[in-house]
């Protein structure tokens, strides 16, 4: 059985090989951050590569055209070196199945549910990316402060080569237990503070990230194209505890999980499945509306944390 060291988040208490180990577990609720390496299998990975190609060429098209159904989907903006795409949100509903596949596999339930509870939920799917060329920063930053009575955390799958040299993630380990204050760590440190560990990962590696721990990555000459697919999951005792949902998004957010399980089934049913647990106080209702269902969006956010205008390292709080 795996420690639980969150006791108001009910745990599976039958693992499989896609669940975290204890030691597993301890690493990340002690440095805000863990590797799986080789964690995604060839073919799952090449469709998600194949998908993600899709994704920018899609984003593109509607660039061209001038038709971009809705800005928040295909993320632009300009740099030195021209106009560039850097995310595309919404994942499922963009034609391509790759994304459900992946969200239904034990590969990531499993460890949704090792650090989030059997009533865990997928809250974002996106893809980010730096284009060929592309090297501009990502400053120190929190994705989510939040009180910390339950994990929240990011699933991060390389789909290229992240390198030292190439500008990989760095992440600040241990500082996912309170607000940082990065003007002050900005000012005092720059991309070299104590505990700062460079994340090089290669293509099906998984990265999970406290949404509190800081991270970033600097400046650097771009390179080939780097893409990462990120899904949050949160634990929907959580969701309904501290918001920023409501009930009925939980419902429709958790509509997600069977869709996975039935595109991963259809895609590798010689694989291993997930065995969803989910308490039925939770379980959720369906639509007939398939389209609406692959997309639920986001009109609030729980806020981060960075160092933004107005702030300066003199308000520096310990």
């Known amino acids: ?31 805000g951050y863990l590797i799986l390496r080789n964690w995604i299998p060839a073919d799952m990975l090449k469709h998600l590569q194949d998908a993600g190609d899709a994704w920018i060429n899609q984003g593109w098209d509607y660039q061209r055209k001038g038709d971009n159904p ?55 799917e996106s893809m980010v990316f730096k284009e060929e060329k592309d090297g501009a920063p990502i400053l120190w930053h929190q994705d989510a402060v939040h009180p910390r009575q339950y994990r929240i955390f990011n699933y991060d799958l390389y789909l290229d080569p992240s390198t030292a040299d190439g500008g990989a993630l ?49 400046e650097v000459e771009g390179k ?21 949902w409501d009930s009925e998004w939980v419902d429709r957010r958790l509509r997600l999980v069977p869709m996975g399980l039935e595109a991963h089934q259809a895609a590798f049913p010689e694989k291993d499945q997930f065995s969803w647990t989910i308490d039925p106080l939770y379980r ?28 300066t390292p003199a308000k520096a709080k310990s």
């Open 1 to 31: 059985m795996l420690t639980k060291p969150y006791d108001n988040v009910p745990y599976v208490t039958e693992p499989t090989p896609y669940h975290l180990t204890a030691e597993q577990i301890e690493f990340f609720d002690t440095n």
């Open 284 to 311: 959720p209702d369906f639509s007939q509306d398939r389209e609406q269902e692959l997309k639920i969006v986001h009109l609030i956010h729980t806020s981060g944390a960075w160092c933004s205008a107005g702030d």
């Open 70 to 124: 809705d800005l928040e989907d295909f993320r632009f903006t300009d740099r030195p070196s021209g106009r560039v795409m850097f995310r595309v949100n919404y994942l499922h509903n963009k034609g391509q199945n790759a994304s459900l596949e992946l969200l239904g596999s034990p590969q990531v339930l499993a460890v949704a549910e090792s650090l989030c509870g059997r009533n865990f939920v997928p809250t974002y």
């Open 170 to 218: 760095r992440v600040l380990a241990k500082t996912q237990g309170q607000k940082q204050d990065f003007c002050h760590l900005e000012a005092e440190y720059g991309w070299n503070p104590p505990n700062v560990v460079t994340v090089e990962m290669q293509p099906g590696d998984v990265l999970l990230h406290d949404v509190m721990v800081a991270h970033g990555s600097p």
């Open 224 to 244: 080939a194209r780097r893409r990462t697919i990120y899904y949050e999951f949160r634990a929907a005792e959580q969701i309904l505890t501290e918001g920023p």
